[in-house]
């Protein structure tokens, strides 16, 4: 399957949502939609970036945006990270990373002097026809989720 591109619309996929059923491209379709891909549940940085996005959501919503955060981790995870920090979005879990390749968030990390490969902080803004229009790639947390909200009421 090709990756994403700007300009293009998302490929079809299913994954596990902590909505219960599993989501698709499609479900999106007719609004906006904000896709964030973040490490792990409850580490620092995550949890400032749910939270900035929290605190905006209503502002996305009232701009006919929805937000979905992605990361590697279990339902179950994703279930205590959401009801811990009242996340008002809903949160999909890939496990088997197939996904984040589909996105090309897996990178070469170091940490501690050690390389792994990881999830690099990333967002992407799809448009109401499900075309990706931005991307922010090495997103640092801080303005961030202001600077999408912008980008977003300007679609």
Request: net charge positive.
């Amino acid at each position: 399957m090709a990756k994403v591109a700007v300009g293009k619309k998302l490929p079809d996929f299913s994954i596990a949502s902590t909505a219960g059923k599993p989501w698709r491209p499609g479900d999106g379709a007719g609004r906006k939609l904000v896709i964030y891909f973040y490490p792990r549940d409850n580490t620092t940085g995550c949890t400032m970036e749910a939270q900035d996005l929290r605190d905006l959501s209503a502002d996305f919503r009232k701009g006919g945006t929805a937000i979905l955060g992605v990361s590697p981790d279990s339902l179950e995870s994703h279930e205590k990270f959401r009801t811990k920090l009242k996340l008002p979005f809903d949160l999909l879990s890939d496990p088997d990373k197939k996904v984040c390749a589909l996105f090309d968030v897996i990178r070469e990390k170091s940490m501690y002097g050690r390389k792994f490969m990881g999830i690099e902080r990333s967002t992407f803004l799809i448009d109401a026809d499900g075309v990706l229009r931005q991307e922010w790639r090495k997103v640092k947390v801080a303005g961030h989720a202001q600077a999408v909200l912008d980008a977003a009421r300007k679609l």
